[in-house]
Protein backbone atom coordinates (compact mmCIF):
# COMPACT_ATOMS: atom_id res chain seq x y z
CA UNK A 1 0.00 0.00 0.00
CA UNK A 2 1.75 3.32 -0.95
CA UNK A 3 0.99 6.48 1.27
CA UNK A 4 0.15 9.66 -0.84
CA UNK A 5 -0.47 12.10 1.72
CA UNK A 6 0.71 12.11 5.55
CA UNK A 7 -0.04 14.89 8.59
CA UNK A 8 0.58 15.16 12.31
CA UNK A 9 -1.35 17.31 14.42
CA UNK A 10 -1.53 18.25 18.07
CA UNK A 11 -4.75 17.56 20.11
CA UNK A 12 -5.27 17.62 23.96
CA UNK A 13 -6.21 14.36 25.56
CA UNK A 14 -8.62 14.18 28.33
CA UNK A 15 -6.17 15.59 31.26
CA UNK A 16 -6.38 18.46 29.26
CA UNK A 17 -2.49 17.64 28.02
CA UNK A 18 -1.08 17.72 24.63
CA UNK A 19 -1.06 14.33 22.42
CA UNK A 20 -0.99 14.01 18.31
CA UNK A 21 -3.08 12.57 16.05
CA UNK A 22 -2.50 11.10 12.27
CA UNK A 23 -3.63 10.99 9.59
CA UNK A 24 -3.02 8.78 6.64
CA UNK A 25 -4.18 9.29 2.48
CA UNK A 26 -4.26 6.32 -0.14
CA UNK A 27 -5.13 7.13 -3.45
CA UNK A 28 -8.79 5.72 -2.00
CA UNK A 29 -9.28 6.41 1.62
CA UNK A 30 -8.07 8.16 4.33
CA UNK A 31 -7.57 6.99 8.13
CA UNK A 32 -6.40 8.55 11.46
CA UNK A 33 -5.12 7.05 14.65
CA UNK A 34 -4.96 9.60 18.08
CA UNK A 35 -2.76 8.10 20.75
CA UNK A 36 -2.88 8.15 24.69
CA UNK A 37 -0.32 8.89 27.36
CA UNK A 38 0.01 7.66 31.04
CA UNK A 39 0.70 9.25 33.98
CA UNK A 40 1.70 6.16 35.99
CA UNK A 41 4.55 5.02 33.63
CA UNK A 42 7.19 2.05 33.56
CA UNK A 43 10.96 2.90 33.65
CA UNK A 44 11.01 0.92 30.40
CA UNK A 45 8.11 2.19 28.60
CA UNK A 46 8.80 3.78 24.67
CA UNK A 47 9.96 7.25 24.84
CA UNK A 48 7.01 10.09 24.56
CA UNK A 49 8.75 12.82 22.47
CA UNK A 50 7.00 16.68 23.28
CA UNK A 51 4.58 16.58 20.15
CA UNK A 52 5.79 20.20 19.25
CA UNK A 53 9.24 18.41 18.86
CA UNK A 54 7.00 15.55 17.11
CA UNK A 55 6.09 18.13 14.47
CA UNK A 56 10.04 18.68 13.45
CA UNK A 57 10.78 15.12 13.37
CA UNK A 58 7.68 14.69 11.04
CA UNK A 59 8.34 16.98 8.61
CA UNK A 60 11.87 15.68 8.54
CA UNK A 61 10.62 12.46 7.82
CA UNK A 62 7.48 12.91 5.82
CA UNK A 63 9.16 12.27 2.35
CA UNK A 64 10.78 9.19 3.54
CA UNK A 65 7.05 8.03 4.56
CA UNK A 66 5.83 8.82 1.29
CA UNK A 67 7.98 7.28 -0.62
CA UNK A 68 7.68 3.92 0.68
CA UNK A 69 5.33 1.03 -0.44
CA UNK A 70 4.73 -1.50 2.44
CA UNK A 71 3.03 -4.24 1.72
CA UNK A 72 2.02 -5.84 5.38
CA UNK A 73 1.73 -4.27 8.60
CA UNK A 74 4.97 -5.44 10.04
CA UNK A 75 6.67 -4.38 7.13
CA UNK A 76 5.36 -0.19 7.59
CA UNK A 77 6.10 -1.00 11.07
CA UNK A 78 10.13 -2.29 11.21
CA UNK A 79 10.23 0.61 8.69
CA UNK A 80 9.09 3.24 11.03
CA UNK A 81 11.29 1.65 13.78
CA UNK A 82 14.43 1.58 11.44
CA UNK A 83 13.80 4.95 9.98
CA UNK A 84 13.81 5.89 14.29
CA UNK A 85 17.14 4.02 14.39
CA UNK A 86 16.92 3.49 18.38
CA UNK A 87 16.68 1.14 21.10
CA UNK A 88 14.14 3.33 22.57
CA UNK A 89 12.41 5.09 19.51
CA UNK A 90 14.20 8.17 21.18
CA UNK A 91 14.24 9.59 17.84
CA UNK A 92 10.81 10.08 16.36
CA UNK A 93 9.27 8.86 19.73
CA UNK A 94 6.97 6.33 20.38
CA UNK A 95 4.29 8.23 20.28
CA UNK A 96 4.81 9.29 16.47
CA UNK A 97 5.46 5.91 15.66
CA UNK A 98 2.84 4.25 17.06
CA UNK A 99 0.05 7.24 15.52
CA UNK A 100 1.45 5.80 12.39
CA UNK A 101 1.17 2.33 12.51
CA UNK A 102 -2.50 2.55 13.79
CA UNK A 103 -3.58 5.04 11.36
CA UNK A 104 -1.67 2.68 8.93
CA UNK A 105 -3.82 -0.11 10.40
CA UNK A 106 -6.80 1.64 9.88
CA UNK A 107 -5.97 2.81 6.55
CA UNK A 108 -5.26 -0.99 5.00
CA UNK A 109 -8.22 -2.28 6.69
CA UNK A 110 -10.32 -0.21 4.40
CA UNK A 111 -8.53 -1.32 1.70
CA UNK A 112 -9.11 -4.70 2.48
CA UNK A 113 -12.80 -4.01 3.17
CA UNK A 114 -12.29 -5.73 6.49
CA UNK A 115 -13.86 -4.23 9.92
CA UNK A 116 -10.68 -3.09 11.86
CA UNK A 117 -10.78 -6.36 14.49
CA UNK A 118 -11.18 -8.55 11.46
CA UNK A 119 -7.89 -7.11 10.04
CA UNK A 120 -6.28 -7.24 13.78
CA UNK A 121 -6.91 -11.10 13.58
CA UNK A 122 -6.39 -12.00 10.58
CA UNK A 123 -2.43 -10.07 10.67
CA UNK A 124 -1.84 -11.51 14.42
CA UNK A 125 -2.96 -14.92 12.44
CA UNK A 126 -0.87 -14.52 9.29
CA UNK A 127 2.11 -12.41 10.60
CA UNK A 128 3.22 -14.88 14.10
CA UNK A 129 1.54 -18.02 12.99
CA UNK A 130 -0.45 -17.73 16.08
CA UNK A 131 -4.46 -18.07 16.25
CA UNK A 132 -6.88 -16.12 18.27
CA UNK A 133 -10.74 -16.83 18.46
CA UNK A 134 -13.18 -13.15 17.94
CA UNK A 135 -14.41 -12.38 21.22
CA UNK A 136 -15.51 -9.84 23.49
CA UNK A 137 -13.39 -9.23 26.24
CA UNK A 138 -14.48 -8.74 29.93
CA UNK A 139 -15.02 -5.46 30.52
CA UNK A 140 -12.92 -3.88 33.61
CA UNK A 141 -14.47 -0.81 35.01
CA UNK A 142 -12.37 1.17 37.16
CA UNK A 143 -14.83 2.26 39.90
CA UNK A 144 -13.22 4.16 42.51
CA UNK A 145 -10.12 5.69 41.80
CA UNK A 146 -6.86 6.56 43.70
CA UNK A 147 -2.84 6.66 43.85
CA UNK A 148 -1.52 8.32 41.21
CA UNK A 149 -5.00 8.64 39.18
CA UNK A 150 -6.83 10.59 42.03
CA UNK A 151 -6.66 13.19 45.31
CA UNK A 152 -7.34 10.99 48.01
CA UNK A 153 -5.38 8.55 50.75
CA UNK A 154 -6.18 5.32 49.05
CA UNK A 155 -2.88 3.70 48.18
CA UNK A 156 -4.21 1.48 45.32
CA UNK A 157 -4.50 3.11 42.19
CA UNK A 158 -7.60 1.13 40.76
CA UNK A 159 -10.58 -0.34 42.17
CA UNK A 160 -12.42 -2.48 39.74
CA UNK A 161 -16.05 -4.39 39.03
CA UNK A 162 -15.37 -7.46 36.42
CA UNK A 163 -18.55 -8.42 35.15
CA UNK A 164 -18.65 -12.62 35.06
CA UNK A 165 -21.29 -12.62 32.67
CA UNK A 166 -20.30 -13.84 28.85
CA UNK A 167 -22.57 -11.48 26.98
CA UNK A 168 -20.47 -8.06 26.66
CA UNK A 169 -23.99 -6.16 26.55
CA UNK A 170 -24.97 -7.28 29.68
CA UNK A 171 -21.74 -7.16 31.52
CA UNK A 172 -21.94 -3.53 30.19
CA UNK A 173 -25.28 -2.90 31.68
CA UNK A 174 -24.45 -4.58 35.07
CA UNK A 175 -20.92 -2.73 35.22
CA UNK A 176 -23.29 0.73 34.37
CA UNK A 177 -25.60 0.15 36.88
CA UNK A 178 -23.14 -0.89 39.40
CA UNK A 179 -21.25 2.53 38.76
CA UNK A 180 -24.90 4.82 39.07
CA UNK A 181 -25.27 2.73 42.54
CA UNK A 182 -22.21 3.24 43.61
CA UNK A 183 -22.29 7.21 43.44
CA UNK A 184 -25.55 6.96 45.43
CA UNK A 185 -23.40 5.24 48.28
CA UNK A 186 -20.72 7.16 48.49
CA UNK A 187 -22.85 10.47 48.45
CA UNK A 188 -24.91 8.65 51.37
CA UNK A 189 -21.56 8.15 53.29
CA UNK A 190 -19.42 11.00 52.21
CA UNK A 191 -21.51 13.96 51.10
CA UNK A 192 -22.58 14.90 47.62
CA UNK A 193 -20.02 17.69 47.64
CA UNK A 194 -16.86 15.08 48.95
CA UNK A 195 -17.33 13.03 45.46
CA UNK A 196 -15.24 13.34 42.48
CA UNK A 197 -14.13 11.66 39.51
CA UNK A 198 -10.52 10.82 39.07
CA UNK A 199 -8.63 10.73 35.45
CA UNK A 200 -10.09 7.00 34.53
CA UNK A 201 -13.62 8.61 35.67
CA UNK A 202 -13.92 6.31 39.04
CA UNK A 203 -14.59 7.59 42.10
CA UNK A 204 -13.26 9.70 44.65
CA UNK A 205 -13.66 10.29 47.71
CA UNK A 206 -12.34 10.78 51.42
CA UNK A 207 -11.71 6.79 52.14
CA UNK A 208 -9.44 7.08 55.16
CA UNK A 209 -8.34 3.45 54.03
CA UNK A 210 -7.91 0.77 51.10
CA UNK A 211 -10.34 -1.51 52.86
CA UNK A 212 -12.68 1.38 53.28
CA UNK A 213 -13.50 1.42 49.90
CA UNK A 214 -13.12 -2.63 49.05
CA UNK A 215 -15.79 -3.12 51.58
CA UNK A 216 -18.28 -0.25 50.37
CA UNK A 217 -17.80 -2.10 46.49
CA UNK A 218 -18.32 -5.64 48.40
CA UNK A 219 -21.81 -4.48 50.46
CA UNK A 220 -22.95 -3.29 46.83
CA UNK A 221 -22.49 -6.19 45.23
CA UNK A 222 -23.51 -8.67 47.69
CA UNK A 223 -26.81 -6.61 48.58
CA UNK A 224 -27.81 -6.13 44.56
CA UNK A 225 -26.46 -10.09 44.04
CA UNK A 226 -24.85 -8.66 40.90
CA UNK A 227 -22.42 -11.12 38.96
CA UNK A 228 -19.31 -8.99 39.59
CA UNK A 229 -16.14 -9.78 41.26
CA UNK A 230 -13.63 -7.36 41.99
CA UNK A 231 -9.99 -6.11 40.35
CA UNK A 232 -6.88 -3.99 41.72
CA UNK A 233 -4.97 -2.23 39.99
CA UNK A 234 -2.36 -1.41 43.12
CA UNK A 235 0.54 -0.15 40.69
CA UNK A 236 2.72 -0.52 43.70
CA UNK A 237 6.11 1.14 42.22
CA UNK A 238 4.00 4.11 43.31
CA UNK A 239 4.38 3.42 47.12
CA UNK A 240 7.85 1.77 47.32
CA UNK A 241 9.83 3.68 49.05
CA UNK A 242 13.76 2.32 50.06
CA UNK A 243 12.90 -1.34 49.91
CA UNK A 244 9.50 -1.19 51.92
CA UNK A 245 5.83 -0.57 50.69
CA UNK A 246 4.31 1.74 52.94
CA UNK A 247 0.07 1.27 52.84
CA UNK A 248 -2.43 3.36 55.00
CA UNK A 249 0.51 4.94 56.63
CA UNK A 250 2.21 1.38 57.83
CA UNK A 251 5.40 0.38 56.33
CA UNK A 252 5.52 -3.49 55.03
CA UNK A 253 8.79 -5.82 53.89
CA UNK A 254 8.05 -7.90 50.41
CA UNK A 255 6.85 -10.94 52.73
CA UNK A 256 4.60 -8.34 54.86
CA UNK A 257 2.98 -7.24 51.47
CA UNK A 258 2.27 -10.32 50.00
CA UNK A 259 0.42 -11.40 53.12
CA UNK A 260 -1.60 -8.52 53.11
CA UNK A 261 -2.48 -9.11 49.41
CA UNK A 262 -3.41 -12.76 50.06
CA UNK A 263 -5.34 -11.45 52.94
CA UNK A 264 -7.50 -9.00 50.38
CA UNK A 265 -7.87 -11.66 48.26
CA UNK A 266 -9.32 -14.13 50.33
CA UNK A 267 -11.27 -11.73 52.45
CA UNK A 268 -12.80 -10.10 49.13
CA UNK A 269 -12.69 -13.15 46.34
CA UNK A 270 -10.71 -10.40 43.90
CA UNK A 271 -10.41 -11.86 41.00
CA UNK A 272 -7.05 -10.06 39.50
CA UNK A 273 -4.38 -8.30 41.43
CA UNK A 274 -1.94 -5.78 39.07
CA UNK A 275 1.38 -4.91 39.64
CA UNK A 276 1.62 -5.75 43.45
CA UNK A 277 5.82 -5.02 43.49
CA UNK A 278 7.99 -2.70 42.44
CA UNK A 279 8.81 -3.07 38.85
CA UNK A 280 12.02 -5.00 39.04
CA UNK A 281 10.91 -7.34 41.39
CA UNK A 282 10.45 -10.63 39.49
CA UNK A 283 10.88 -12.54 42.05
CA UNK A 284 8.29 -11.35 44.42
CA UNK A 285 5.85 -11.14 42.02
CA UNK A 286 6.29 -15.02 41.36
CA UNK A 287 6.01 -15.91 44.78
CA UNK A 288 2.68 -13.90 44.82
CA UNK A 289 1.56 -16.28 41.80
CA UNK A 290 2.79 -19.54 42.92
CA UNK A 291 0.52 -18.44 46.51
CA UNK A 292 -2.33 -17.54 44.37
CA UNK A 293 -2.22 -20.59 42.32
CA UNK A 294 -2.66 -22.65 45.44
CA UNK A 295 -5.42 -20.72 46.16
CA UNK A 296 -7.13 -21.59 42.75
CA UNK A 297 -6.33 -24.99 42.80
CA UNK A 298 -7.92 -25.91 46.33
CA UNK A 299 -11.45 -24.76 45.11
CA UNK A 300 -13.77 -26.82 43.71
CA UNK A 301 -15.30 -24.32 40.74
CA UNK A 302 -17.35 -27.00 39.54
CA UNK A 303 -19.58 -26.84 42.85
CA UNK A 304 -19.29 -23.13 44.19
CA UNK A 305 -22.40 -21.29 43.92
CA UNK A 306 -22.90 -17.48 42.47
CA UNK A 307 -20.95 -16.14 40.37
CA UNK A 308 -18.14 -18.70 39.78
CA UNK A 309 -20.22 -20.94 37.95
CA UNK A 310 -20.93 -18.62 35.11
CA UNK A 311 -17.17 -18.43 33.78
CA UNK A 312 -15.77 -21.69 35.12
CA UNK A 313 -13.36 -21.84 33.12
CA UNK A 314 -12.28 -18.81 33.92
CA UNK A 315 -12.29 -18.01 37.49
CA UNK A 316 -8.58 -18.78 38.12
CA UNK A 317 -7.04 -15.12 39.96
CA UNK A 318 -4.81 -13.20 37.59
CA UNK A 319 -1.47 -11.87 38.71
CA UNK A 320 -1.39 -8.75 36.01
CA UNK A 321 1.81 -7.52 35.25
CA UNK A 322 2.13 -3.85 33.74
CA UNK A 323 4.89 -1.83 34.80
CA UNK A 324 7.26 -4.96 35.18
CA UNK A 325 6.48 -6.30 31.81
CA UNK A 326 5.60 -2.84 29.92
CA UNK A 327 4.22 -4.69 26.90
CA UNK A 328 7.59 -5.70 25.96
CA UNK A 329 8.90 -9.32 24.72
CA UNK A 330 12.12 -9.15 26.30
CA UNK A 331 10.12 -8.04 29.91
CA UNK A 332 7.88 -10.56 29.18
CA UNK A 333 10.58 -13.30 28.53
CA UNK A 334 11.43 -12.78 32.23
CA UNK A 335 8.79 -12.91 33.53
CA UNK A 336 7.36 -16.20 32.18
CA UNK A 337 10.86 -17.55 33.04
CA UNK A 338 10.29 -16.92 36.31
CA UNK A 339 6.63 -17.40 36.13
CA UNK A 340 6.55 -14.02 37.73
CA UNK A 341 2.25 -13.83 36.88
CA UNK A 342 0.37 -15.27 34.22
CA UNK A 343 -1.29 -11.94 32.73
CA UNK A 344 -0.39 -9.10 31.13
CA UNK A 345 -1.58 -5.73 30.69
CA UNK A 346 -1.56 -4.75 27.00
CA UNK A 347 -1.18 -1.05 26.30
CA UNK A 348 0.34 0.16 22.73
CA UNK A 349 2.29 3.23 23.76
CA UNK A 350 4.27 1.62 25.82
CA UNK A 351 6.16 -0.49 23.39
CA UNK A 352 5.24 1.95 19.94
CA UNK A 353 3.72 -0.60 17.74
CA UNK A 354 1.24 -2.52 16.58
CA UNK A 355 3.36 -5.20 15.38
CA UNK A 356 5.26 -5.48 18.59
CA UNK A 357 2.20 -5.46 20.64
CA UNK A 358 1.38 -8.47 18.60
CA UNK A 359 4.24 -10.25 19.55
CA UNK A 360 4.05 -10.03 22.64
CA UNK A 361 0.37 -10.82 22.84
CA UNK A 362 1.63 -14.48 20.82
CA UNK A 363 4.04 -14.71 23.45
CA UNK A 364 1.43 -14.44 25.96
CA UNK A 365 -0.72 -16.83 24.43
CA UNK A 366 2.38 -19.33 23.74
CA UNK A 367 3.19 -19.42 27.74
CA UNK A 368 -0.80 -19.52 28.58
CA UNK A 369 -1.01 -16.28 30.05
CA UNK A 370 -3.79 -14.22 29.31
CA UNK A 371 -3.96 -10.57 27.65
CA UNK A 372 -5.78 -7.60 29.02
CA UNK A 373 -5.72 -4.76 26.76
CA UNK A 374 -6.00 -1.85 28.27
CA UNK A 375 -6.28 2.50 27.96
CA UNK A 376 -4.18 5.45 29.50
CA UNK A 377 -5.08 8.12 32.16
CA UNK A 378 -4.74 10.50 29.56
CA UNK A 379 -7.33 9.53 26.86
CA UNK A 380 -8.82 10.19 23.41
CA UNK A 381 -11.92 9.41 21.40
CA UNK A 382 -9.87 7.33 19.51
CA UNK A 383 -11.22 3.38 20.17
CA UNK A 384 -8.55 1.17 18.17
CA UNK A 385 -7.84 -0.47 21.35
CA UNK A 386 -11.40 -2.23 21.94
CA UNK A 387 -10.62 -3.90 18.04
CA UNK A 388 -7.68 -4.87 19.39
CA UNK A 389 -8.79 -6.91 22.19
CA UNK A 390 -11.47 -7.99 20.06
CA UNK A 391 -9.16 -9.30 17.54
CA UNK A 392 -6.60 -10.95 19.75
CA UNK A 393 -9.59 -12.42 21.87
CA UNK A 394 -8.09 -10.87 25.08
CA UNK A 395 -9.27 -11.84 28.67
CA UNK A 396 -10.13 -8.22 29.49
CA UNK A 397 -10.52 -4.79 28.36
CA UNK A 398 -9.63 -1.59 30.81
CA UNK A 399 -11.33 1.44 29.90
CA UNK A 400 -11.66 3.12 33.04
CA UNK A 401 -15.30 3.49 34.41
CA UNK A 402 -18.34 3.67 32.73
CA UNK A 403 -18.80 7.78 32.91
CA UNK A 404 -16.43 9.58 30.70
CA UNK A 405 -16.85 9.70 26.82
CA UNK A 406 -13.32 8.79 25.95
CA UNK A 407 -13.55 5.91 28.83
CA UNK A 408 -17.45 4.66 26.90
CA UNK A 409 -16.01 5.30 23.54
CA UNK A 410 -13.80 2.16 23.95
CA UNK A 411 -16.99 0.13 25.45
CA UNK A 412 -19.64 0.86 22.97
CA UNK A 413 -17.15 0.20 20.29
CA UNK A 414 -17.22 -3.56 21.31
CA UNK A 415 -20.86 -3.25 21.63
CA UNK A 416 -21.20 -2.18 17.96
CA UNK A 417 -19.11 -5.32 17.10
CA UNK A 418 -21.44 -7.84 18.56
CA UNK A 419 -24.37 -5.70 18.18
Known amino acids: MRIIGASVKIISDSRGNETLETGLRSDKFFASASVPAGKSTGTHEAFVLEPQKVILKFEETKSEILKKE ?25 NLILSLSLAWARLKAKENNQELFEYVNKTFSESFFGSAAVRAPKPIFNVINGGAHARNKLDFQEFQVIPTTEDFNIAYSIGREYYRKLKKVLDEK ?14 S ?4 TNEEALEIMADLIGKNNYPLRIGLDVAASQYYRANEYIINKKSYSNEEVKEYYLKLIEAYDILSIEDPFYEEDFDSFAELTKEIKKIDDSMDFENLKGTHKIYPKENSRLVITDDLTTTNSKRLKMAVDKNAGNAILVKLNQIGSLTETLEV ?14 HRSGETMDDFIADLAVGVGAWGLKSGAPGKPERLAKYERVLKIFS
Open 361 to 374: IKMAYDNNWQAVVS
Open 205 to 208: APFE
Open 190 to 203: FGEENITLGDEAGY
Open 70 to 94: CRTQKDFDKFLIALDGTDNKKNLGG
